[in-house]
């Protein structure tokens, strides 16, 4: 019982001190070329460092840990602010080349953001917001069909500090992983000692 209490102690100390560093990955698949995958996340304090990329096209390894394969579809990036406005767009800006193409063809957008609602959305390669809502609203059709001959397989993550209530929303999305962020674990981390600490007393 001490070794078990001392775990949970440990954990959500650690978790508890890496709180305010927000990093979550998404990772799924596209039901067909025009689907659209939307991640919902708050800033909670002024110039916030804030950093979305994608590693489905090249593969790498996300910031949870897990291996992505190389192979697939072009993907684009875009950052809307809770207008509906957009702050930024990006379709090839990561360094990571594609072995399976020799090109690097994943999204990258870093920036600084203020105390707001914002709204990042992940779409294949040609697949342009024009007007209306942007969940029901018109996109463009993406140019490639069967995903230019690569998977229908995604991966997306977001990172910063002072991030807060990050979500994933698919538009024809198979979502198959989401990683809970750090201060839900912390959380977590908390209970498991305010329960194992409770059985101890109690004995």
């Known amino acids: 019982m001490k070794k078990l209490f001392?775990?949970?102690?440990?954990?959500?100390?650690?978790t508890a001190a890496n709180a305010g560093l927000i990093t979550?990955?998404?990772t799924g698949n596209f039901d067909d070329n025009d689907a659209r995958y939307y991640i919902t996340f708050d800033v909670t304090a002024d110039n916030t460092d804030v950093e979305l990329i994608t590693l489905g096209y090249a593969g790498g390894v996300n910031?949870?840990?897990t291996t992505i394969e190389d192979g697939g579809f072009d993907p684009q990036l875009f950052l809307f602010n809770s207008t509906g406005s957009l702050i930024?767009?990006?379709?090839?800006?990561?360094?990571?080349?594609?072995?399976?193409?020799e090109r690097s063809w994943d999204?990258?957008?870093?920036?600084?953001?203020?105390?707001g609602s914002y709204i990042a959305v992940l779409t294949q390669y040609n697949s342009d917001y024009q007007s209306g809502d942007l969940f029901q609203?018109?996109?463009?059709?993406?140019?490639?069909?069967?995903?230019?001959?690569r998977t229908s397989n995604y991966a997306f993550d977001i990172s910063g500090e002072d991030l807060a209530n990050v979500r994933?929303?698919?538009?024809?999305?198979?979502q198959t992983t989401s990683v809970p962020e750090p201060a839900s674990l912390a959380l977590l981390g908390m209970a498991l000692f305010g329960i194992v600490g409770r059985r101890k007393f109690k004995k």
């Not at 999204?107 to 105390?115: A, D, Y």
């Not at 994933?168 to 198979?174: D, I, K, P, Q, R």
Request: proline residues 2%.
């Open 24 to 26: 979550q990955s998404f």
């Open 168 to 174: 994933g929303l698919g538009f024809n999305v198979t």
């Open 63 to 65: 910031l949870f840990g």
């Open 107 to 115: 999204s990258l957008i870093e920036r600084s953001l203020n105390i």
């Open 137 to 149: 609203g018109n996109w463009t059709n993406a140019g490639p069909t069967d995903f230019n001959g």
């Open 88 to 101: 930024e767009s990006d379709d090839d800006d990561s360094n990571v080349s594609s072995a399976f193409g």
């Open 6 to 14: 001392a775990i949970a102690l440990a954990f959500g100390l650690s």
